[in-house]
């Protein structure tokens, strides 16, 4: 997962992950997404042949970070003729809150029993990525993208993701975790049932800053 400041990578045997990395680092997603997925694959002792399938997150979030995970998940899965699985990224903090799947986070399970919650991220431009879960952690509205004070009742609900550290005048209380993780990812994966599996394409939400150049202006002689 790629679609916040944080980069992590996982292995899961399909009973347990077996191997992780995890860092923060905003501006370096291209340089530590390979080294990092070969040194998750070489602490657990398994070549790239032995995978049988890849997981992503899929955003929402700022453009450059967020096509780094999703492009190295594709040209994995394109290479090795694996099947690859998007889930939003909120979807995976939303998870790793409410201690889903077991074992997700060290910080899983923060969201109190019997209340629904919020997940932000960091939008920029002074907005966030957010998305509204039940008491069951399903996700009922959303991803959308705004400002944190224009989010209907977020005072009064508790709140996962960085864009709840952000801006906490605009929520309740603050849980962690603040960003995704690829434990939490390939457990909703495996387990099927407990996140809804999307095709590996990025969630943006908006149009990214960079534009393509129009046709040169015409200059008149003087």
Same mark, same amino acid.
């Given at each position: 997962d790629t679609a916040t400041p944080a980069v992590s990578a996982a292995l899961h045997d399909g009973e347990r992950v077996i191997a992780e990395a995890f860092a923060v680092d905003a501006r370096r997603h291209g340089e530590l997404l390979?080294?990092?997925?070969?040194?998750?694959?070489?602490?657990?002792?398994?070549?790239?042949?032995?995978?049988?399938a890849v997981a992503v997150g899929v955003g929402p979030g700022p453009y450059t970070g967020l096509r780094v995970g999703v492009v190295t998940a594709r040209v994995l899965g394109s290479v090795l003729g694996l099947p690859v699985?998007?889930?939003?990224?909120?979807?995976?903090?939303?998870? $790793? $809150?409410?201690?889903?799947?077991?074992?997700?986070?060290?910080?899983?399970?923060?969201?109190?029993?019997?209340?629904?919650?919020?997940?932000?991220?960091?939008?920029?431009?002074?907005?966030?990525?957010?998305a509204r879960y039940d008491v069951a952690g399903r996700r009922i509205e959303g991803p959308q993208v705004g400002p944190a004070s224009a989010i209907a009742g977020a005072a009064d609900?508790?709140?996962?993701?960085?864009?709840?550290?952000?801006?906490?005048?605009?929520?309740?209380?603050?849980?962690a975790p603040a960003y995704p993780?690829?434990?939490? *990812?390939?457990?909703?994966?495996?387990?099927?049932?407990q996140a809804? *599996? *999307?095709?590996?394409?990025?969630?943006?939400?908006?149009r990214p800053d960079a534009r393509e150049p129009g046709p040169p202006k015409r200059v008149t002689p003087v």
């Open positions: 390979a080294p990092m997925i070969a040194n998750v694959l070489a602490d657990a002792g398994v070549a790239r042949e032995d995978l049988t699985y998007g889930v939003c990224s909120l979807d995976v903090i939303a998870a $790793a $809150a409410r201690g889903r799947p077991e074992g997700s986070s060290p910080q899983a399970g923060t969201v109190p029993p019997g209340r629904g919650f919020l997940v932000a991220t960091d939008a920029r431009r002074k907005e966030v990525y957010w609900l508790d709140v996962a993701g960085a864009g709840g550290q952000l801006y906490p005048e605009a929520f309740g209380a603050v849980i993780d690829a434990r939490t *990812l390939c457990g909703l994966v495996v387990l099927r049932s809804e *599996l *999307l095709p590996p394409e990025p969630l943006y939400l908006r």
